[in-house]
């Protein structure tokens, strides 16, 4: 037992370590972005694929959106992916359709596999662009986006790109204003120092793109993936494409405002991320492939942040066990655990992170209310945990995944 | 003192400090006085003509009385709604142009000419100004800003510290320092010595340039956009002088690509390259360090180094029907090099003689 807890009071105090490296490279390190300068150029031609699953509230904003963006028109077409919509998406969609012709192709999806990565591997059919970027429905894309996030791809390294999320209602409430602010520091801080490290940005499945010919390679999208994005990420690396950061490429999008929602969102997102390092993690580590020493060791790393949420939970129990038995010099591993078990949940971004994050993005009260993070902490801990031990029995029980999609609270236009 | 009154004020007083980081945060929460979405760009995106474009939004009200002054062979002077004085110049011999033409003096307002605007060296202009007509500065002086309708020419020695648009040529004299955003709309001309950041124009010429303006590269943007073939090379890699090489190359080390060598696809290196005279790249050039082009050479697409930049003499990056950009922290150019398109230094970029 005490072995076990030492174990993982060292891998806690690894992630800790990390944290912190991230946040004194991002405060104090060369910024790499090197690719945001390219502003003129033969743009590519490019497909937009805008995921929609009954998205009748958000989705003319961003059709909306796109058909003002710099981006050559005739080298831009959009297919917004209507996976088996039963409200108004459709129609909203055609009325688009009709109203730009030849600049959206609809896709409409009466059936098959349910799930994002489902309904974009359908899509690909009508996709013959090498560049192809990927947008939710309730983000809105500013008007260079689509250059920003294309200009990458001139680069043939480049497999994938992401952009950077920013919560659009943000003050609505104590949970958007805690997600407002984990999304500063998973963002400003931790993407943006793995792509200054040369590590393993991660790939989002949305403010995305990816290179035809490199997902061709890689076998395409992976339907059976709860979170197709962390899955592309890994079959990139592993493949020898990186995926990269932009993270002055912003995008506005809508956070769950009530905690039922959330939960639901990073629930789904603990399970697709657990089954990605099931999948791809020793393979990863230690198997052939073309990723860097440094790629191999953050990717591993990254891979588990959301297992380190009931390893967490153990090493409390155990450091509660071990204290009751009476075992005496244990009191320094003890207070070691418990001074990093608050930032050992890389994903969740840790106080200091956010502190950082909050700073370089020049914003000023907002970190106020660093001490609620508390609550968004132990929210996490435990629905992700509750997520692994969920996982843990359908692979006993042989139950299938499903997916839930994250609800919106958008206004119906 | 009561035991269990010592207990509860300690059980309070610990309470009371563990509540204390939470009252700003309370605080904070009620108040919504940072709650509004992070402003993020989003729609003028860093183009470059942005400021230049609002500056013409900006003096659209002085415009009847620029063409008034203009008609009359007048001047005037002023202030806009927001306090802003100005002072509009009509005629090139009038007594508030002749003003101008003191040495050493500092001109504190916002100029618009509608005649072509003749400055005398030495002097500071710490407002912006608009040219209706030509632009003319002398030697080593200070600009703010500069909107110019036609072309705009700037004295050995100038400064520039914000942005300058020209809807014309734009030159600059030897040993400018061209600090911010300068663009035009047709050509941009930096002599030996000069100093600059962003440049962006359909053809940009360092130096004197002594090749034909009109010559063009093939045109690849069809090869370009055919899926990638990636040629994956782990170590350092010479390309042999002479040779052409149909497709895309990965190089995860040093790149050397000796004389008269034609890619005809993308190069990227993950350390130093060295492209040798007469290069020709159709595709992208990336270097994740430091980038040596030419003399000599044409490359087609994207150049991107991240730490550092020198492009040799007769050197011509995209070509006047397809631009590109030229971009890494820090640029040394020499002198007869063309860039179509934009030349970005983010850090520092500099005109160099030819050795």
Redesign the interface.
């Known amino acids: 037992m005490i072995y076990v807890l030492y174990i993982i009071v060292f891998v806690i105090c690894v992630y800790t370590g990390r944290h912190y490296w991230f946040t004194l490279n991002r405060l104090f390190g060369f910024q790499r972005h090197p690719y945001i300068d390219i502003d003129t150029a033969d743009w590519p031609p490019v497909t937009v694929l805008v995921a929609a699953h009954n998205e009748e509230k958000v989705v003319a904003n961003i059709l909306e959106a796109l058909m003002t963006v710099k981006y050559p028109a005739d080298k831009m077409i959009v297919i917004p992916v209507n996976d088996r919509s039963t409200d108004r998406t459709r129609e909203i969609i055609d009325k688009f359709v009709e109203d730009f012709p030849g600049r959206i192709q609809p896709f409409h999806r009466a059936g098959g596999k349910g799930g994002k990565a489902a309904a974009l591997k359908d899509a690909m059919r009508l996709v013959s662009t090498e560049v192809i970027l990927i947008f939710d429905a309730d983000y809105i894309p500013g008007a260079g986006l689509i250059k920003q996030l294309v200009a990458p791809f001139f680069d043939l390294e480049v497999g994938g790109v992401m952009g950077r999320v920013v919560p659009l209602n943000a003050g609505t409430n104590l949970l958007t204003r805690l997600l407002d602010l984990e999304r500063s520091g998973g963002y400003q801080v931790d993407q943006q120092a793995r792509m200054n490290l040369r590590l393993v940005p991660q790939h989002g499945g949305t403010v995305a793109g990816v290179r035809l010919s490199a997902l061709r390679e890689i076998g395409g999208w992976n339907e059976n993936s709860l979170t197709e994005d962390t899955d592309l990420t890994y079959r990139l690396l592993l493949n020898g494409w990186k995926t990269v950061y932009q993270n002055r490429s912003e995008c506005y999008e809508e956070v769950p405002e009530v905690w039922p929602v959330r939960i639901r969102q990073i629930m789904r997102w603990a399970k697709g991320h657990n089954q990605a390092m099931m999948t791809y993690g020793l393979h990863l580590l230690l198997g052939k492939n073309r990723a860097t020493l440094r790629e191999r060791i953050d990717g591993t790393l990254l891979l588990g942040v959301y297992a380190m949420a009931p390893v967490t939970l153990v090493g409390w129990a155990l450091a509660l066990a071990v204290f009751y038995q009476g075992i005496a010099p244990l009191h320094g591993v003890i207070a070691l655990l418990s001074l990093t078990a608050y930032a050992a949940l890389g994903n969740l971004a840790a106080f200091f992170e956010i502190a950082a994050a909050a700073r370089l993005d020049g914003t000023r009260k907002r970190i106020c209310l660093l001490p609620f993070l508390i609550l968004g902490f132990a929210v996490s801990i435990f629905s992700v945990s509750r997520a692994a031990a969920s996982q843990i029995s359908d692979l006993v029980t042989g139950a299938e995944f499903h997916w839930d999609k994250t609800e919106r609270f958008r206004k119906v236009l | 003192m009561n035991p269990y009154l010592a207990v509860a004020a300690l059980i309070l007083m610990v309470s009371m400090m563990l509540m204390l ?2 009252i ?2 309370f ?3 009620r108040r ?7 402003n ?9 003509r942005h400021f230049a474009s609002s500056f013409r939004d900006y003096i659209k009200g002085l415009q009847p009385i620029l063409q008034r002054c203009v008609a009359d062979g007048i001047s005037a002077s002023g202030a806009l709604p927001d306090g802003e004085e100005y002072v509009v110049l009509g005629r090139a011999d009038e007594p508030l142009m002749l003003a101008l033409q003191q040495r050493d003096t500092t001109h504190p307002v916002m100029m618009a000419a509608g005649v072509d605007l003749v400055v005398p060296p030495s002097g500071t202009f710490s407002r912006d100004i608009y040219a209706g007509a030509q632009f003319i500065g002398g030697d080593k002086n200070s600009y703010r800003a500069i909107l110019g309708e036609t072309n705009v020419h700037l004295g050995a020695s100038s400064r520039v510290t914000r942005w300058v648009h020209a809807v014309g040529d734009f030159t600059a004299d030897a040993g400018c320092r061209l600090y911010g955003r300068i663009s035009s709309d047709s050509l941009i001309r930096l002599r030996a010595d000069c100093g600059f950041l962003r440049l ?1 124009a359909p053809r940009i010429e360092i130096g004197n340039v002594a090749i034909n303006r009109n010559a063009n590269l093939p045109d690849s ?1 069809s090869s ?7 040629f ?1 090379h782990d170590g350092d890699f010479e390309v042999r002088a002479g040779d052409v090489i149909s497709g ?3 190089i995860r080390g040093n790149l050397h690509i000796r004389s008269g060598a034609r890619i005809r696809g ?3 290196s ?1 350390q130093d390259m060295v492209l040798d005279d007469g290069v020709s790249v159709e ?2 050039l ?1 270097s ?1 360090r430091k980038l040596r082009i030419g003399p000599n050479c044409a490359v ?3 150049v ?1 180094a ?1 730490r550092e930049l020198a492009i040799g003499s007769g050197t011509r990056c ?1 070509t006047l029907s ?4 030229v ?1 890494a922290p820090r640029i040394e150019v020499e002198e007869s090099v063309v860039v179509f ?2 030349l ?1 230094a ?1 850090e520092d970029g500099e005109v160099v003689a030819t050795p």
Do not use: C
């Open positions: 980081p939470l700003p945060a605080w904070e929460l919504k006085s940072d709650a509004r979405p992070l993020v760009v989003q729609q003028n995106a860093g183009e470059i962006n943007s370009r956009s055919a899926p990638v073939e990636r994956f895309n190359m990965v993308s190069v990227k993950t595709g992208s990336i994740a087609h697409g994207p991107v991240e995209g397809l631009p590109t950009t971009s398109g934009t970005w983010r």
